[in-house]
């Protein structure tokens, strides 16, 4: 089984400001891990996924993230924040055992400050 | 491509009532899935389809049924809706190949009250 926390429930940031969202995963087999990104009455957009290649993947929008099986971590970031960055986001976990459906967080909601 | 399409956008129900929502998929996707999502819960699976003619239950499967239609329709259905049951639905549908680590693709949501 897989789990995911996201640390922080609302992440503020200034326009310009670096965004840094916090995703911590559990999983007993080699994971894959995405990042989804969610805006107001939409559905979900895929940002990023990590499939067992390049640690650091970079995704859509400027967002990048870095696996770290020492710290089984996924964290999300982005050097420069933009208003449209303004946004919920959704780490989530699956693996080839099992059910292969995804295991998601609890969401970090991004403001952005003028 | 209309990509994972969905309706009712939004429906609401008397307690004991019954529905059906609806999604379709144009990708040629083998997999399917139905999530619920909740503030501050993120998204839950209800139920899915690993292909055609098989279904799977997810984590929160109660008081739902779900039939795989053919390869690009999945419906879910309320027998007797219960207010807990008030929640944002998402359709998603992955893989040709369906693999774990193939994108899963997201409808626009259906949003349904119950009172």
């Known amino acids: 089984a897989q789990s995911v926390t996201q640390l922080g429930s609302h992440v503020s940031v200034s326009e310009g400001a670096l965004v840094l969202l916090r995703c911590n995963y559990s999983s007993s087999v080699p994971p894959y891990l995405f990042w989804y990104v969610q805006y107001p009455n939409q559905g979900l957009q895929l940002l990023l996924k990590y499939t067992s290649a390049a640690t650091l993947v970079k995704g859509i929008n400027g967002f990048e993230a870095e696996f770290k099986k020492s710290e089984t971590s996924f964290h999300l970031t982005k050097p420069s924040a933009h208003m449209s960055d303004a946004a919920e986001y959704f780490c989530a976990v699956t693996a080839d055992t099992g059910r292969r459906a995804l295991t998601f967080g609890s969401g970090t909601r991004l403001q952005v400050q003028p | 491509n209309a990509g994972v399409t969905q309706t009712p956008k939004f429906q609401v129900l008397k307690t004991g009532q019954s529905m059906t929502l609806q999604c379709a998929q144009d990708m040629n996707h083998n997999s399917m899935y139905w999530y619920r999502q909740d503030p501050g819960m993120g998204l839950r699976l209800i139920y899915y389809s690993a292909s055609e003619g098989t279904t799977d239950k997810g984590e929160v499967p109660n008081g739902y049924n779900v039939s795989r239609l053919n390869k690009r329709e999945f419906s879910l259905r309320l027998e007797s809706a219960a207010p807990s049951q008030t929640s944002v639905y998402f359709c998603?549908?992955?893989?040709?190949?369906?693999?774990?680590?193939?994108?899963?693709?997201f409808g626009p949501g259906t949003r349904l009250l119950v009172l």
């Open positions: 998603a549908s992955s893989g040709r190949g369906g693999l774990a680590r193939e994108t899963q693709y």
